[in-house]
């Protein structure tokens, strides 16, 4: 892959490689599984992951133009402009404009990312601003979930393959190496929750925060985290409630002059971008004609189970594998890049059918192709198809053979 160079317009060689790797994948995972462990083989598996990320990590993003509005939110900062106030196409900013401004996602609006990833945009504007110096902080994030998974792994008496299974994802690879996408921020923070929350659950609400104040899909996982930690019939539930507020205030404040653009930029994001390479919010939409009520559904189901596995006091990290696949199924977008934030739980629950579908995702990138042909940047329903109808055909069989108890893999796993 890295030897094709830009990867938009070798679309069908990166295809086949990236499904060839999943294959490779498989197989690797398939014989880590049956090698007696020792230290050697762990060190083959970290060494393993940062060498297939040192190999992407030297050339600019070329499937994703994310990283420039990135660069752009963080050069704004950096020039005294609120990015929540100003859209790129503001005659204000033209002195600021750059070639990254010209392949940047949606400069007709202002920023639609949470506070702390703008911080974090705005810091690495200062010391890294080229498009391949601005995937460290994501690299490096992507690196930390590596680590903090193998410590957490060997802590419960698991087994390598389970760290091969996030360290040598093909699609974590891509999009963290290749795409620099900034998902990594809230991944990490994720697994930092899940991996303290039984000793410092006060804490972990505050990591939680910290996860979706750099993406959104965290905040599913909040009303778990605070009824563990008392809330609300405890004042310590209280209090962890309120520091997560805090720390939240801390961070928007900055941007405080531009929540009411914030806010029409919601709107705008909800009415255009739909649809794009999701899994039942095109049935439910098909069955009821409205994408508020597909939208709706969706959001009840999560919001509901959420609420659900709060109550029940359910395990964390089989809470946040539910939930998170969950949100995945039932959103109304499922970029590629998305399908990452399952996979560092999928080293405890392991599933063909998931395992499956990070290496199908691939398949979105043909999207490319009818983009540089025809102008038409929507996503191929055949090709939504091949990538889903596999993954829920193998859940089913799962199922039925009696592997749907989304059990832990680690006989260790609750110490």
Known sequence: MARLGDLSVHIPEFMALALGAGVLYFVALYALEHTRDNRAVLWLVLLGGLAFRLTMFPYPPSLSTDLHRYRWDGHVQKAGWNPYAVAPTDPRLAPL?????????????????????????????????????????????????????????????????????????????????????????????????????????????????????????????????????????????????????AFAAVCV???????????????????????????????????????????????????????????????PTRAAFLLIGTVLLFAPNGYSWYFTWIVPLLCFYPSAAWLLLTVLQFLSYKIFINYRAFGDWQFDPFFQWMTYAPFYALLAWEILRGKGNVEPRTAAFEK
């Open 97 to 245: 404009r750059d070639p990254g401004w010209y392949v940047m996602p949606a400069p007709e609006i202002p920023t639609m990312y949470p506070p702390l990833s703008e911080l974090v945009f705005r810091a690495t504007w200062r010391v890294l601003p080229g498009p391949v110096g601005f995937k460290l902080p994501f690299l490096l994030a992507d690196l930390a979930v590596a680590a903090m998974l193998a410590g957490w792994i060997r802590s419960t008496g698991g087994r390598n393959y389970q760290l091969a299974i996030y360290a040598w994802n093909p699609l974590v690879v891509v999009e963290f190496a290749s795409s620099g996408h900034n998902d990594a921020l809230a991944i990490a923070s994720v697994v930092a929750t899940l991996l303290i929350i039984r000793r410092f659950p006060a804490m972990s609400t505050l990591t939680l925060t910290a996860g979706a104040l750099s993406k959104a899909f965290p905040v599913v996982l909040l009303p778990l985290t605070l009824f563990r930690v008392g809330w609300p019939g405890k004042l310590r539930g209280w209090l962890a409630a309120t520091g997560c507020a």
């Open 253 to 315: 404040w900055p941007f405080r002059s531009g929540w009411r653009e914030f806010l029409q930029m919601l709107k705008y994001y909800q009415v255009v971008w739909r649809n794009y390479n999701s899994s039942i919010y095109p049935v439910l939409r098909w069955m009821s004609g409205s994408h508020e009520v597909a939208a709706g559904i969706g959001e009840g189901v999560v919001l509901g189970l959420a609420l659900w596995l709060a109550v029940r006091r359910t395990d």
